[in-house]
Antibody
Framework: QLQLQESGPGLVKPSETLSLTCAVSSGSIIDSDYYWGWIRQPPGKGLEWITNIYYSGSTYYNPSLNSRVTISMDTPKNQFSLRLRSVTAADTAVYYC???????????????WGQGTLVTVSS | QTVVTQDPSFSVSPGGTVTLTCGLSSGSVSTSHYPSWYQQAPGQAPRTLIYSTNFRSSGVPDRFSGSILGNKAALIITGAQADDESDYYCMLYVGSGISVFGGGTKLTVL
């Protein structure tokens, strides 16, 4: 069964860059049937889709975060990463990585999720 | 900017039926938005319930179902149980690789 595991610093200072990695096991990120993505959830608030990447390298971003976000993938390590620049307290959230199915009539849903990692932005 | 709307809260009696809805601030939800629904218990990662409007994810009880009702996507829970008390999020695919979550509905079973 596919497993996704987020990792990265739990504390980031304001104006710095948040960097997270999602390690994928029991499945390959080189798969034409899926996007790989990041979703976040501020404390006590709802889910927010941030970004996706496709095995070809195509990337997709939430327009409200587009200017600060970069997603990338490392195929030899079977992992993908998120970078969020110029963070503020509003970026404090649990960050989830997930796999989004693409193909067929049953598509565009997040079918597998990591457990999430809390990132706090504070000096 | 696309805004996906959900009622902030809802309540249902044990054994009852509840319909949670998911709309668009502008326009109608259709199957082309591939509506999906997620259940989230406190402190847990979301769990996928329904995808592509009305397909149940593996292991999801058949008392959870999805449909399009009027101009909205709907999640119907029949025979509500105490452990259905959770937050429920819908998500719509709006094209160009972009997905948008609704604000979530907090369901109380009492």
């Amino acid at each position: 069964q596919l497993q996704l595991q987020e990792s990265g610093p739990g504390l980031v200072k304001p104006s710095e860059t948040l960097s997270l990695t999602c390690a994928v096991s029991s499945g390959s990120i080189i798969d034409s049937d899926y996007y790989w993505g990041w979703i976040r959830q501020p404390p006590g608030k709802g889910l927010e889709w941030i970004t996706n990447i496709y095995y070809s390298g195509s990337t997709y971003y939430n327009p409200s975060l587009n200017s600060r976000v970069t997603i990338s993938m490392d195929t030899p390590k079977n992992q993908f990463s998120l970078r969020l620049r110029s963070v503020t307290a509003a970026d404090t959230a649990v960050y989830y990585c997930a796999r989004q199915r693409l193909s067929g009539t049953s598509a565009y849903y997040f079918e597998s999720w990591g457990q999430g990692t809390l990132v706090t932005v504070s000096s | 900017q696309t805004v996906v709307t959900q009622d902030p809260s809802f309540s249902v009696s044990p054994g009852g039926t509840v319909t949670l809805t998911c709309g668009l601030s502008s326009g109608s939800v259709s199957t082309s938005h591939y509506p999906s629904w997620y259940q989230q218990a406190p402190g847990q990662a979301p769990r996928t319930l329904i995808y592509s409007t009305n397909f149940r994810s593996s292991g999801v009880p058949d008392r959870f179902s999805g449909s399009i009702l009027g101009n909205k996507a709907a999640l119907i829970i029949t025979g509500a149980q105490a452990d259905d008390e959770s937050d429920y999020y819908c998500m719509l695919y709006v094209g160009s690789g972009i997905s948008v979550f609704g604000g979530g509905t907090k369901l109380t079973v009492l």
